[in-house]
């Protein structure tokens, strides 16, 4: 059944029992990128290595009973782990329809794009109350203040109006990146769940919205784009920046698995990134373009899966996380460049 956004947030911070599956689909890929990555950090736990469990919707469309084993698999950690299927279009019925046939088990949180009208995979969910799904649409100029103040809610800020909108201006829209800058904003000004403070356009202005990262950015580039040696040497002039700088690289392969559907569909590498919605930053096109000659859709998958992973493992007591994430980073450096040759 249809959901809202509200309802979305709830299941983030808390699984229900009976709820099977999780559909978030629409025109705004970031919003539906932005809510899988809170519901799938919602399974974070330091006893549970292996919290998700990345299938594609190829993968399901050509074996419906892989989706059923992910979701009846037992975890060696004994808790639940949360099945999470990029990709998924009409063609993931036949697996949806075998899994609500099947025992519950592990939940199950499926992101797709755009389901056009008389949509097989809409039509089920609307009508399966163990399906929950939330089109989310592109956002407007006009929506900044209740998106951006919702996000600021859940950390104790009161964002004013124009603060909200120079927010969501110098993101283009971008959930993620909005959130990244609330967080920040939230930071500066010592706000939390039980410490209410307010935001203004003279707090977003000074915490340099968008400013004074260009070292992460070009860590995040050097990644992507399979330059592992700028990488490590990027690396070594910085330090504790490994959460930043993984939420970062969430991002970024997380818009690049939505352009590398459409190229797999059929669209060049060019004209995916040139009809993204929301739009690419001008100055990034051309690396976009390039990464996705590097990328195919499983080893982004597997990319967001190391990366999750790696965040997870940060958040273990006793563990070697930040050394694990670096490690990350630069496996990930050398898997692009390996595609380059």
Do not use: C
Request: aromatic share 4%; glycine share 8%.
């Amino acid at each position: 059944m249809k959901v809202d956004a509200a309802r979305i947030q709830a299941i983030a911070r808390q699984w229900p029992p009976g709820l099977r599956v999780v559909l978030l689909h629409g025109a705004d890929s970031s919003a539906s990128q932005d809510l899988a990555g809170r519901i799938a950090r919602g399974f974070f736990d330091p006893a549970n290595p292996m919290p998700v469990e990345e299938l594609t919707g190829k993968a399901i469309a050509a074996d419906p009973q892989a989706l059923v084993a992910a979701a009846g698999a037992l975890s060696m950690f004994g808790d639940r782990t949360l099945v999470r299927v990029d990709g998924a279009d009409d063609d993931s019925v036949d697996a949806v329809t075998a899994l609500l046939a099947s025992p519950e088990g592990n939940p199950v949180l499926m992101v797709a794009g755009v389901l056009k009208k008389g949509s097989k995979l809409q039509a089920l969910a609307d009508r399966e109350k163990a399906i929950e799904h939330l089109a989310s649409y592109e956002p407007s100029l006009r929506d900044a203040p209740r998106m951006v103040g919702d996000m600021g809610a859940e950390l104790g800020l009161r964002i004013g109006r124009d603060a909200a909108i120079a927010l969501f201006e110098s993101a283009g829209g971008d959930r993620s990146i909005i959130r990244s800058e609330v967080e920040k904003l939230s930071l500066y000004l010592d706000s939390d769940s039980d410490r209410g403070r307010s935001a203004e356009l003279a707090d977003v202005a000074a915490i340099g919205v968008g400013a004074g990262d260009s070292d992460q950015y070009e860590l995040v580039a050097a990644i992507a784009s399979g330059r592992p040696a700028q990488a490590a040497a990027l690396l070594a002039r910085q330090s504790g920046v490994a959460i930043p700088v993984l939420r970062a690289l969430d991002r970024r392969f997380s818009q690049l698995l939505g352009l590398r559907q459409a190229v797999d569909a059929g669209s060049s590498p060019r004209n995916a990134v040139e009809a993204a919605r929301p739009p690419i930053f001008w100055k990034e096109k051309d690396a976009f373009v390039a990464e996705l000659g590097l990328w195919t859709t499983p080893g982004i998958v597997a990319a967001l899966g190391a990366i999750l992973a790696a965040e997870s493992a940060i958040k273990s007591a006793n563990s070697l996380g930040e050394t694990l994430a670096y490690k990350t980073m630069l496996d990930l450096a050398r898997r692009a460049a390996a595609g380059r040759r």
